[in-house]
Structure formats: structure tokens, C-alpha cells
């Protein structure tokens, strides 16, 4: 059985007064989640020291939303996957569409992001994804082929760490979901690839489907066989409708 993985992408939202009222809303209706459903927030940097320790005790998994390619050293304004691990955080977003488009993070910016992140015990949660000119010129497969090729260079031992997203860019934000047919599509598609790369270890890889998944959409593409949960963005600012979103499994 695959973990089921929902993790909140909270972006660049959120003072520290309002982050630490959300986790307390989350963690307090926590009890609706079945146990086999792994929560997991990224708040941004500031929140991450002081909030560690409350979803630890939760059972809440704490996540970056990035981290450096640097291990250390002159790199005014980075902060690095070892400072993270030293505040307990246990998971790091990689390669969000966000972080591709906006900060120009190509496979070589994520090939040494990813290695240093396992380098120091943070688990990936590796994003790829089409933009939609790319699905309509039909190269959602080829683009996707090519995203994946940062994880198909990992040994065996830290492949079986990742944690993948499919979040289709033209789904980002937009209040378009992917229909649960496209998403299991995509995520057979992932599957098939990793698995052409790592045999029967690709069975045991959470693919998370991500893009304005909200409680109304979420049971439909969340019961998909090859989507083990979501990576939610807009919807994961709002503890009721996260934790809806959970509920669905
Ligand atoms: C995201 O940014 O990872 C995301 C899925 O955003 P949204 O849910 O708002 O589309």
C-alpha cells in the first residue's frame, strides 16, 4: 500500500500571527483525518522554526517550499536544505512550476537541489508539469518525460524517498482542475516511467495530483488508482477546507 500524502503549498501567504493560527486550526480538527493519511504543511521560512515543534507533537509533517543548490557559503538571501534539517524540517517542495517559471530553475538548478535536500534527510516533493500550450501542442508527455529526468539519475536508495506532484501549470491558481481522467493518465504515465528506471520500487512512489484541488473536486480525482493525494496550494489557507480535502480518503 502506498502512503496517501496531502500537503498544503501555503506559497508566499501568511504573517507569522496568521500561519500559527492556521496550524492551531489544523491541528485542532486534525481527529476528522483517518491515520493512514499523512498531513503535511510548507509554510514559508519565517513560520518554519517556531512551528516545528506543535505539528510535530501533531503528527503533522513540516515542509520548505525550497531550498538552496548550495550547500553553504556567499549566497546573500538562500537558505540551505542543512538549516532546514536543523530546525526539523522533514520534506522540501522542488522544482514547483512557480519556482521553474519565475526563478528560472531548470533540471541542472534541481538536479543539485534535489541531491543536496537527500544529502541531508529532507524528503522531495518533486513537482513537474505542462504548461498549457505544451498539452495542447501534445508534448505533455515529452515535458514531463524531461522533468523526470532529475530523478531518474537518483540511486535506488534515494529514489525510494521522493515524493512526486503532478500539478499541470494551466491548473495552478486557475480554478481549472485536471479531470480525474487526465490526472490518472498523467500519474500512470510518471509510474510507468520511474518504473522503467526502478523496476517495483516506482509501486511504492506518492504521486500527488495538485492544481485548484478544493473539497468538491478532490473525491473524485483522489479515488484515481495512481493518485495518492494532493499537493494544495490556494485551498491549503483555509484549515476547514484542508482538512476537507483530507477527509476525502
Ligand atoms: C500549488 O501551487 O502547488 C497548487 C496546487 O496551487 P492551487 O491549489 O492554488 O492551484
Redesign the pocket.
Known amino acids: 500500500m502506498r502512503k496517501k500524502i496531502v500537503a498544503g503549498?501555503w506559497?508566499m501567504n501568511t504573517t507569522f500571527a496568521e500561519g500559527e493560527a492556521l496550524v492551531k486550526a489544523i491541528i485542532a480538527k486534525k481527529g476528522e483525518v483517518k491515520n493512514d493519511v499523512t498531513l503535511v504543511v510548507a509554510p514559508p521560512f519565517t513560520h518554519l522554526t517556531c512551528l516545528a515543534e506543535e505539528l510535530e507533537k501533531a503528527g503533522i509533517g513540516l515542509s520548505a517550499q525550497n531550498c538552496a543548490e548550495h550547500e553553504s557559503g556567499a549566497y546573500t538571501g538562500e537558505v540551505s536544505a542543512k538549516m532546514l534539517a536543523s530546525v526539523d524540517v522533514k520534506y522540501c517542495?522542488l522544482g514547483?512550476?512557480?519556482r521553474r517559471e519565475y526563478y528560472g530553475e531548470t533540471n541542472a538548478t534541481l538536479t543539485k537541489k534535489i541531491d543536496v535536500a537527500l544529502k541531508y534527510g529532507l524528503i522531495p516533493i518533486f513537482?513537474v508539469g505542462e504548461k498549457l500550450d505544451e498539452r495542447e501542442a501534445n508534448r505533455h508527455f515529452d515535458v514531463i518525460n524531461a522533468q523526470l529526468e532529475v530523478l531518474t539519475r537518483l540511486s535506488a536508495e534515494d529514489f525510494g524517498k521522493v515524493i512526486v506532484?503532478y500539478?499541470p501549470v494551466w491548473?495552478?491558481?486557475?480554478g481549472k482542475t485536471a479531470t480525474s481522467a487526465q490526472a490518472q493518465e498523467i500519474h500512470t504515465f510518471i509510474r510507468k516511467a520511474l518504473a522503467a528506471k526502478f523496476g517495483a520500487a516506482a509501486e511504492q512512489t506518492p504521486i500527488l495530483y495538485?492544481?485548484?484541488?478544493?473539497p468538491s473536486n478532490a473525491a473524485e480525482i483522489f479515488a484515481q488508482p495512481d493518485v495518492d493525494g494532493?499537493?494544495?496550494?490556494?485551498?491549503?489557507l483555509a484549515a476547514d477546507d484542508f482538512i476537507a480535502i483530507a477527509k476525502v480518503f
Do not use: V, W
Open positions: 503549498n506559497k517542495i514547483h512550476s512557480e513537482c506532484a500539478e491548473a495552478i491558481g486557475t495538485g492544481g485548484s484541488c478544493k494532493g499537493l494544495i496550494g490556494g485551498a491549503s
